[in-house]
């Protein structure tokens, strides 16, 4: 529901986001409700098209979101549209073991650490 209250505070129609993100309107009102997860690749591509940074739409509040991102969020957003932001997300989600992910979390934190 997030996603519908921010696209209608920019005055954005469900068919116009479906037409930037390139899904059916369904598909937007299955983001909206809720009834489908959404991908990081697409959260960001969501969070462009309504000009809010990717922390606004996953604020489990709904209240926290102030207008203006961090440089943080700029360069988050800004990753996740590149082909290996992508690939890395897409691949990150089909991991179905939560055991597997804390892992693999801890082994690139460990890795960006060293750096």
Excluded at 41 to 55: E, K, N, Q, W
Excluded at 59 to 68: E, H, K, L, T
Excluded at 104 to 111: D, I, P, Q
Aim: with cysteine; net charge positive.
């Amino acid at each position: 529901m997030l996603i519908a209250s921010l696209r209608r505070e920019v005055g954005m129609r469900q068919l116009d986001l479906a037409l930037h993100l390139n899904v059916s309107v369904q598909l937007v009102r299955k983001y909206e409700s809720g009834r489908i997860r959404i991908g990081a690749s697409r959260l960001a591509a969501i969070a462009t098209a309504l000009g809010v940074p990717i922390a606004a739409l996953v604020d489990r509040d709904g209240c926290n979101y102030q207008r203006g991102a961090s440089e943080e969020l700029t360069e988050l957003a800004a990753f996740l549209r590149t082909n290996e932001g992508t690939a890395l997300n897409m691949a990150f989600q089909r991991i179905t073991s939560v055991q597997v992910r804390r892992s693999l979390l801890a082994l690139v934190r460990v890795c960006s650490q060293s750096l």
